[in-house]
T-cell receptor, first 116, second 109 residues
């Protein structure tokens, strides 16, 4: 099953700054997904990252705010730009993979972002 | 707007009982359904997937799918205190997942 390493695990950032989150997978995957989980809420898909093409953003999310890179089939980054306290969330990357005999979507350990 | 609905709970069950978690979804085109368990401060962990109508059993977990009623459920038999977590229902639309808000399960010893 795919193992996802995500970093940083947490950060406290000043408003107006940017943070880049890295996601590394131990196997090649076609698509990587970035989710946000706001405090007490469920997960919302931000965008889908394909290698060699622009990321596809969901309604309510824009490239200027959440630029994504996907330089190869095992790595992606999500940048949260010009941060405000409303961006305080857990950010998770996900891939479609076999996980403990189940085929589905597995998640990295997440990045807990606090904007002050 | 694709929606996935879950009762937020908390659902409290005694140790050893069956916990029943329910989920409804709005769009009939979905073909894949998932249940995730999320402990506080942790990322979601996939525990069940189901793709066709009927029941799918895996250990103490049984997923049930009824596409006509747009309904999917998760049964946890012999519930243990370690099962206490938030259970997220997710519905797949192509390669995307839409998540419900989650049901908090508390298993009391």
């Amino acid at each position: 099953s795919a193992v996802i390493s995500q970093k940083p695990s947490r950060d406290i950032c000043q408003r107006g700054t940017s943070l880049t989150i890295q996601c590394q997978v131990d196997s090649q995957v076609t698509m990587m997904f970035w989710y946000r989980q706001q405090p007490g809420q469920s997960l919302t898909l931000i965008a889908t990252a394909n290698q060699g093409s622009e990321a596809t953003y969901e309604s309510g999310f824009v490239i200027d705010k959440f630029p994504i890179s996907r330089p190869n089939l095992t790595f992606s980054t999500l940048t949260v730009s010009n941060m405000s306290p409303e961006d305080s969330s857990i950010y998770l990357c996900s891939v479609e993979a076999l996980y403990d005999r189940l085929y589905g979507y597995t998640f990295g350990s997440g990045t807990r972002l606090t904007v002050v | 707007q694709k929606e996935v609905e879950q009762n937020s709970g908390p659902l409290s069950v005694p140790e050893g009982a069956i916990a029943s978690l329910n989920c409804t979804y709005s769009d009939r085109v979905s073909q894949s359904f998932f249940w995730y368990r999320q402990y506080s401060g942790k990322s979601p962990e996939l525990i069940m997937s189901i793709y066709s109508n009927g029941d799918k059993e895996d250990g103490r977990f049984t997923a049930q799918l009824n596409k006509a009623s747009q309904y999917v459920s998760l049964l946890i038999r012999d519930s243990q205190p370690s099962d206490s977590a938030t259970y997220l229902c997710a519905v797949g639309y192509g390669n995307k997942l839409v998540f419900g808000a989650g049901t908090i399960l508390r298993v009391k010893s």
